[in-house]
């Protein structure tokens, strides 16, 4: 009897290591295929790389952007990448997104630190002189491309002296009045002189 229950024992341990070790497998199998595709996206940043590196930002763009949808996690180095190859493609704003990304997740020990650095730096006045511009062509659009519509009284409230029809000058010996020379003595414009205002044509009257 003590025989039998020794086999029935000895049955059951076999089974549960052979139970181990097919969950051991599947583990093994899962972890044989993250390597895998850890080693295709890195295959393909690599790719994306070598394409930013040859100036062709676009297809990198491209590239960058098939591993950030198909990895799970965002390898920390593709943050560099992608920020570098936004600066490239004039994406000041994108670039110093991902490249502030970097130093967040790596600190200043990332490989890439010191480039990223220098990146941003350039990105961060980039980015100004764009804004500035935009907001420059806006502005011209908007005064020279149309004439802008008063309304029924014709009249518009003169933005230089701000509708006071003068214009008060802060000295260090008192405040200064002068008539405002380009609206009437209630400080308004008319909609023609307005217009010639916002192109920068209209005359001062004295
Ligand atoms: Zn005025």
Not at 35 to 56: F, H, S
Not at 77 to 100: E, H, R, V
């Amino acid at each position: 009897m003590i025989k039998y229950v020794a086999f029935f024992f000895l049955v059951l341990a076999i089974q549960q290591v052979l139970g181990q070790t097919q969950e051991e497998k599947i583990k093994q199998i899962e972890f044989e295929q993250e390597l895998a595709r850890n080693a295709e996206l890195n295959r393909m940043i690599d790719q994306g790389v070598n394409l930013m590196n040859d100036g062709q930002y676009e297809e990198a763009n491209i590239k960058f952007k098939e591993v950030l949808k198909a990895a799970k996690v965002v390898p920390s180095d593709l943050t560099y990448y992608f920020g570098k190859n936004s600066f490239y493609l004039g994406k000041y704003k994108q670039s110093i997104d991902w490249l502030n990304k970097y130093i967040e997740l790596k600190g200043t020990k990332g490989v890439h630190y010191e480039d990223c650095v220098t990146l941003l730096d350039k990105s961060n006045q980039a980015y100004l002189i764009v804004r500035d511009k935009e907001r420059k062509e806006a502005q011209t659009v908007l005064s020279s491309s149309y004439e802008i519509d008063c309304g029924p009284t014709g009249k518009v409230v003169c933005p230089v002296c701000s509708g006071n029809g003068v214009i008060i000058q802060r000295g260090a010996f008192g405040d200064i009045y002068k008539t405002c020379p380009y609206s009437d003595e209630q400080g308004y414009l008319t909609c023609d002189e307005y217009n010639l205002l916002l192109k920068g044509e209209l005359k001062p009257k004295f």
